[in-house]
């Protein structure tokens, strides 16, 4: 049961993040082409997706449910699935003309650029953070050398 909660948490704030993520995006692209307003059904397939992709950040990239996989692996795994998801998405809620191809070469290169720079600029946190705690932990040594 304890599992399940840490789950549920989990999902509940990765979804909150996604769903505020995806109204940054979306806002952005009515600026873009110019409309006045956002349409219910589309306000609430960007909450579901929100929340599905919470739940596949989870599956891809902690350990609760699958165990020992390769970060790159779990890249692939989140890419495919949550690229199908969405497409889904788009195609069920309308989000752009479905029988025109440039529409699909947008959106396919759209969610592309995100996805690389949302993985760079997670690498660059990390490899930033991993930096300043080698830094800490050089310190630490360092002054109880001294002692």
């Not at 995100?114 to 946190?125: P, R, V």
């Amino acid at each position: 049961m304890k599992r399940f909660f840490e789950v549920v948490v989990a999902v509940k704030e990765r979804a909150a993040m996604n769903y505020a993520a995806a109204m940054c995006i979306y806002i952005f692209f009515l600026w873009v082409f110019k409309q006045e307003g956002a349409s219910l059904p589309v306000l609430f397939s960007l909450l579901v997706v929100g929340v599905m992709s919470g739940l596949m950040q989870v599956v891809a990239f902690s350990d609760l449910l699958i165990k020992k996989l390769a970060y790159g692996w779990r890249m692939v795994l989140f890419f495919v699935v949550f690229g199908g998801i969405l497409t889904a998405f788009a195609v069920g809620f309308g989000w752009f003309p479905t029988d025109r191809a440039e529409a699909w070469v947008s959106f396919a290169v759209i969610f592309v650029v995100i996805f690389a720079a949302i993985a760079a600029g997670i690498e660059i946190y990390y490899r930033a953070s991993g930096r300043k705690w080698d830094d800490k932990l050089d310190w630490y040594r360092k002054t109880r050398e001294r002692k």
